[in-house]
C-alpha cells in the first residue's frame, strides 16, 4: 500500500532533524536510512518548502468551500447514504453556482480523485461490500485452438462475412439488490451500511450484439401473466420484446421467439448469404427447435465450448460487465434519492438509461469481437489472458496503522466540539454554535471597550474573520442540505406519478413487443374516453329534456300576464 504525503513528510522531517544533528551526514546516506526520495529531501536541506506549502492560488473551491462540502458528505453518512465520486462531483457544482451563478464552472472527474486525495485527514474511501472473486477456471490450451480452428473454418465454408457475425446471451438482474460501492466517510469510520431494497425479483434480458455495430433491442423476460400498462409508460425502446415466464428465466419456447425476434431486426442488414450466432451451452440453446428455427432463417449456429464464456464470448468479456455496472449506478442513484422500494415497474423506468450508457459507445461491438480474438482472428489474445489468469497472485499487505484527525472525536466525527479557547489569536474557524457564540461574544465586547478608547487589537480582526468564515461554511452547507431535499421530494413525486399510473391488464399470457403494448394501451385510452363520453352524453340528454320542459312551462306561465298570483305560479309549475 503506497504511504501517505503526511507520513512520506514526517519521514523527510527526521531525516533532515538527523543531517542538522550530524553535519557530516549526506543526503543520500540519509534518504537510504529513512526511505524517502533522495531529490526531495536534498531540495529540503537546501530550503525548498513541502509541496503542500506550496500552490493553492488557482483552485477551484476555496476553504471555506472545502469544509462546507466535507460537512455536507458527514451529513450524508449519517443519514446511512454516504457519498460516492458522483455525489462530490455535483456537490462541488452546486457549490460553484452558489458562488459564481455560472453553470459553466465545474469541476471533473479528475478534479474529484484530486479533492479526495487532500482530504485525508479527513476521509477515506470504504467499500460497503467485498468484491466477489473472479472466474478463474482453468482450461487446455489444445481445447482453445481447436475452438479457434473450427470457427474460422465455419466461417470460410458457409462465406460467412465479419459484419454478419452475432453473439447473444441472458443475463439476469435482481431489480432491487445493490452492491457495495467505494464511499466517503469520516477518517474514524470502520464499516459502512447502506439501505438495500431487497427485491430480489430477477428480470432476464437477452443481449446482443454484432461485428457490424448493428442494434438489436433487448428480449426481456419476466415472472408472471399479465402485461400491465404502467410498464410501457416510459422511455423504453419500442423495438423491446417483452415475454413471460414461470420462473422468469428463459425456456425452450422463449429461446425460439427470441430467434424471430432477432431475425426481424438482421434479415435486412444481412450483406452476405447467411449470418453465424455465437451462444453458450444454456439448455434453450440447443432444442431441436431452436436449432431447426436457425437453419430455416440461414443463421448458422456456433456454440462456444463450456465453461469458457468468460474468456470466448464478446458479451460476457466486454459488454456484461459495463451493463451491471451502469445498472447498479442507477439503482444506487434511486436509492440515494430516497427509494426504499423498488418494483418491476421501477425497473422498467429506468432500464432504457442504464442500457444507452452501456451502448452509447459504437465501437464496443468491434472491441468486444477483438478481446475474444474471434475478429480478426487472434487466439494469442485468449492464451495471453489465461496465463495472466494462472499467474495471479495477491500478496497481502499488513494495514498501516491510521492516526486519527486531530479535529474529530471518533464520539461525533462531525460535530466535536473544540477545547476553550484562552489565546483568541489562536482562535480557529468555530465548528459548533457554542464555539461561534463565543467568538461573538469576545467581537462583541471589544467593540463595547472601544467606545471606552481602548483600542482593537488584531487579535479580534482575527476572531472576526474566523467567525465569518464559520458562518459562510453553515449558509453553503444549510444550502447544498436544502438542495438535496428538493432532490429527494422530485424523486418522490415521480415515484408516486409512476405507481398511480394504471394497472389495468394490456394482454395476458405470451410475447408483446413495446411499440404494439403502446398502440394498444393508445387504442384502449381512445375507446374509455369514448365510453365515458357516452355515459356523459346520456346524462347530459335527460337534464337537458328536463330543462327545455321547465322553459315551456316558464313561457307558458308568463303569457298568462303579469296579475297572476304568486299561488297560481306556484300551481303553473307543478
Known amino acids: 500500500m503506497p504511504r501517505k504525503t503526511t507520513q512520506i513528510e514526517s519521514q523527510i522531517e527526521t531525516a533532515l532533524a538527523a543531517m542538522d544533528a550530524n553535519p557530516f551526514l549526506k543526503p543520500s546516506v540519509a534518504a537510504r536510512d529513512y526511505a524517502v526520495p533522495y531529490r526531495t529531501l536534498l531540495r529540503r536541506h537546501n530550503g525548498g518548502k513541502p509541496s503542500n506549502s506550496r500552490g493553492g492560488h488557482n483552485k477551484k473551491l476555496n476553504s471555506v468551500q472545502d469544509q462546507a462540502l466535507r460537512d455536507y458528505i458527514f451529513m450524508l453518512h449519517g443519514c446511512g447514504t454516504p457519498a460516492n465520486l458522483e455525489t462530490v462531483l455535483t456537490g462541488a457544482n452546486r457549490l460553484l453556482f452558489y458562488s459564481t451563478g455560472d453553470l459553466k464552472q465545474t469541476v471533473s472527474r479528475r478534479w474529484v480523485k484530486r479533492w479526495i486525495q487532500r482530504q485525508s485527514e479527513y476521509l477515506k474511501t470504504l467499500k460497503s461490500k467485498p ?53 466517503l466517510v469520516p477518517i474514524d469510520c470502520k464499516a459502512v451500511y447502506t439501505a438495500d431494497p431487497e427485491n430480489r425479483e430477477l428480470i432476464t434480458s437477452v443481449e446482443t450484439i454484432g461485428y457490424g455495430g448493428h442494434m438489436v433491442p433487448p428480449f426481456i423476460i419476466f415472472s408472471g401473466a399479465y402485461h400491465l400498462r404502467r410498464n410501457f409508460k416510459n422511455n423504453i425502446d419500442e423495438g423491446i420484446t417483452m415475454a413471460r415466464s414461470d420462473s422468469g428465466y428463459s425456456n425452450d419456447k422463449l429461446g425460439v421467439k427470441y430467434l424471430k425476434h432477432f431475425d426481424d431486426f438482421t434479415r435486412s442488414k444481412t450483406v452476405g448469404l447467411y449470418r453465424m450466432l455465437l451462444f453458450d451451452g444454456h439448455g434453450s440453446h440447443l432444442s431441436q427447435d431452436f436449432i431447426d428455427c436457425c437453419w430455416q432463417r440461414r443463421i448458422r449456429p456456433f456454440q462456444l465450448p463450456p465453461h469458457s464464456t468468460h474468456l470466448l464470448q464478446p458479451l460476457d468479456v466486454a459488454v456484461f460487465q459495463s451493463l451491471k455496472h451502469n445498472f447498479q449506478k442507477e439503482l444506487r442513484k434511486q436509492i440515494t434519492l430516497g427509494a426504499r422500494e423498488v418494483s418491476r415497474h421501477d425497473f422498467f423506468a429506468f432500464f432504457q438509461s442504464f442500457h444507452d450508457k452501456t451502448f452509447k459507445n459504437p465501437r464496443i461491438h468491434k472491441r468486444a ?76 465586547k471589544r467593540q463595547f471597550d472601544a467606545l471606552d478608547g481602548i483600542p482593537l487589537t488584531p487579535s479580534v480582526i482575527h476572531v472576526s474573520n474566523k467567525v465569518e468564515k464559520a458562518s459562510e461554511a453553515s449558509i453553503l452547507s444549510g444550502a447544498l442540505a436544502t438542495h438535496r431535499l428538493y432532490d429527494l421530494a422530485t424523486a418522490e413525486t415521480a415515484r408516486k406519478k409512476l405507481k398511480e399510473e394504471s394497472g389495468k391488464v394490456v394482454q395476458k399470457y405470451g410475447e408483446i413487443r413495446v411499440y404494439q403494448a403502446r398502440l394498444d394501451i393508445q387504442q384502449d385510452e381512445a375507446d374509455e374516453k369514448e365510453v365515458i363520453n357516452m355515459r356523459d352524453k346520456r346524462i347530459q340528454k335527460v337534464w337537458r329534456k328536463k330543462f327545455i320542459q321547465v322553459i315551456r312551462e316558464l313561457n307558458q306561465v308568463l303569457e298568462q300576464g303579469p296579475n297572476l298570483r304568486e299561488v297560481d305560479i306556484i300551481k303553473g309549475w307543478e
Open 131 to 183: 468484491i466477489s472473486a473472479k472466474r478463474l477456471n482453468s482450461h487446455k490450451v489444445e481445447e482453445i485452438e481447436e475452438h479457434f480452428k473450427a470457427f474460422q473454418k465455419c466461417k470460410d465454408y458457409w462465406g460467412i462475412q465479419d459484419t454478419d457475425i452475432y453473439n447473444f446471451d441472458e443475463t439476469g438482474f435482481q431489480i432491487g439488490v445493490s452492491t457495495g460501492e467505494k464511499v
Open 369 to 444: 469481437f477483438e478481446k475474444t480474438g474471434l475478429i480478426p482472428l487472434n487466439p494469442l489474445r485468449v492464451l495471453e489472458k489465461m496465463r495472466e489468469y494462472r499467474a495471479i497472485e495477491r500478496p497481502v499487505t499488513p494495514p498501516l496503522a491510521r492516526h486519527s484527525s486531530p479535529l474529530i472525536l471518533s464520539s461525533s466525527p462531525a460535530f466535536n466540539t473544540p477545547p476553550l479557547q484562552l489565546d483568541w489569536e489562536q482562535f480557529q474557524t468555530p465548528l459548533t454554535i457554542r464555539s461561534r457564540k463565543r467568538g461573538v461574544e469576545y467581537i462583541r
